[in-house]
Every structure is written in structure tokens, then in C-alpha cells.
T-cell receptor
Framework: DQQVKQNSPSLSVQEGRISILNCDYTNSMFDYFLWYKKYPAEGPTFLISISSIKDKNEDGRFTVFLNKSAKHLSLHIVPSQPGDSAVYFCAANWGAQKLVFGQGTRLTINP | KAGVTQTPRYLIKTRGQQVTLSCSPISGHRSVSWYQQTPGQGLQFLFEYFSETQRNKGNFPGRFSGRQFSNSRSEMNVSTLELGDSALYLC?????????????FGAGSRLTVL
């Protein structure tokens, strides 16, 4: 049962434009959502999070939007830079100590 | 401060063998989680330990086991290896849980089963 889904395995964006990565979830009990970024041969690194009581959280070029009624969240990166090329994972947790991850989206920023 | 350290980084085993992977969490972090990453499956949760106790377990067969020591270091073991166990095994640590469970990951141990 995939509780967190990232339906786009890959995304290609021009440098300087906006990158939008999407994530859907099924469990309405999730209380925090997180985005992680992963480069090859490295572990995932935490990027940004949002509480379920909020609908937006911003940190520099990164903004996460949460639509609870649609059980959908998205990560916006503006402007996109070549160093943003990586695999992005959406994750969620509720009370328990485990994070549930999506399958990941490979983002490629083209010069 | 030092990050999460996983050893070995790479290893090759044959079917039927067993393997032990090690993880040293960030100093002061008492929670250690293990994940399996395979192409197309994302990160699948294996188990989580806190103060030497397993608090959560994912949907993996009993061949996958783990433990945590009093210094918070953790090991995971996979017995009777199968080809499908080839994956990147990631360890992550976090301090006492509060709010968003932000995990800090190690670089992983890449296991290849032949």
C-alpha cells in the first residue's frame, strides 16, 4: 500500500525557470510532510518540511504547498539551478517514528 | 559534528550468504532507522530503534533483522540472501522525536547479491 506517491519519475526544466515537483498521499493522519534531495552516491538530505496545519512554507528558493482537501503537496524551486539536479523524495509522518517515502522524482536542470 | 557513518560502503555477496551492516548515528541521536532503496520503489522502511528497543518495523521478511547498542550504534543483518536483496541500505538518525521527524541519513551501504 503506497501511502505516498510521486507519479512523475522524471522532470526536465530549463535553468532559471520554475521546477514543480508533485506528491500525493492517502493517509489523512499524516501531520508533517518533508522533502528530501538525493545526489548519486550520497544519502538523502533534508530540504524543507510543512506541518499539516499550514498550507505553505518557504525557505529561500524552495516553497512547499499543501492542499489537504486534495491530499496533495508540491515543491516549487525558483529559479532552478544546475545544482538542483538530483532525485527528490517526498515523505510524510504521523506520530510514529517512521517516515513514509514516495518513489522519488529525478529532476534535471538543463543549461 | 560528524554525520551518520555507515560501513561498509560497498559489498558483494552470493545467494544464501548473510550480511551485517553497521551504522554510527550522529552523537546524541538516540533514534536510528533503516531504509532500503531500490530503483522504482523509493525508500522502503525496514525498522527503527530507540534506546536499544525496536519501536517500529516495516513489511520485510524475518530474514531482515537489526539491533541497537547502548551507545546508539546500530547493525542490521540479512540472512539467506536473495538476488532481490540487492539494494542501497540507508541508515538515518534523529534526536528525540518532536514535530517533523527530520532524519539525517548516512551515505548508505550498497549491497550486490550475485
Amino acid at each position: 500500500d503506497q501511502q505516498v506517491k510521486q507519479n512523475s519519475p522524471s522532470l526536465s526544466v530549463q535553468e532559471g525557470r520554475i521546477s514543480i515537483l508533485n506528491c500525493d498521499y492517502t493517509n489523512s493522519m499524516f501531520d508533517y510532510f518533508l522533502w528530501y534531495k538525493k545526489y548519486p552516491a550520497e544519502g538523502p538530505t533534508f530540504l524543507i518540511s510543512i506541518s499539516s496545519i499550514k498550507d505553505k512554507n518557504e525557505d529561500g528558493r524552495f516553497t512547499v504547498f499543501l492542499n489537504k482537501s486534495a491530499k496533495h503537496l508540491s515543491l516549487h524551486i525558483v529559479p532552478s539551478q544546475p545544482g538542483d539536479s538530483a532525485v527528490y523524495f517526498c515523505a510524510a509522518n504521523w506520530g510514529a517514528q517512521k517516515l513514509v517515502f514516495g518513489q522519488g522524482t529525478r529532476l534535471t536542470i538543463n543549461p | 559534528k560528524a554525520g551518520v557513518t555507515q560501513t561498509p560502503r560497498y559489498l558483494i555477496k552470493t545467494r544464501g550468504q548473510q550480511v551485517t551492516l553497521s551504522c554510527s548515528p550522529i552523537s546524541g541521536h538516540r533514534s536510528v532507522s533503516w531504509y532500503q532503496q531500490t530503483p522504482g520503489q523509493g525508500l522502503q522502511f525496514l525498522f527503527e530503534y530507540f534506546s536499544e528497543t525496536q519501536r517500529n518495523k516495516g513489511n520485510f521478511p524475518g530474514r531482515f533483522s537489526g539491533r541497537q547498542f547502548s551507545n546508539s550504534r546500530s547493525e542490521m543483518n540479512v540472512s539467506t540472501l536473495e538476488l532481490g536483496d540487492s539494494a542501497l541500505y540507508l541508515c538515518a538518525s534523529s534526536p528525540q522525536f518532536s514535530g517533523a521527524n527530520v532524519l539525517t541519513f548516512g551515505a548508505g551501504s550498497r549491497l550486490t547479491v550475485l
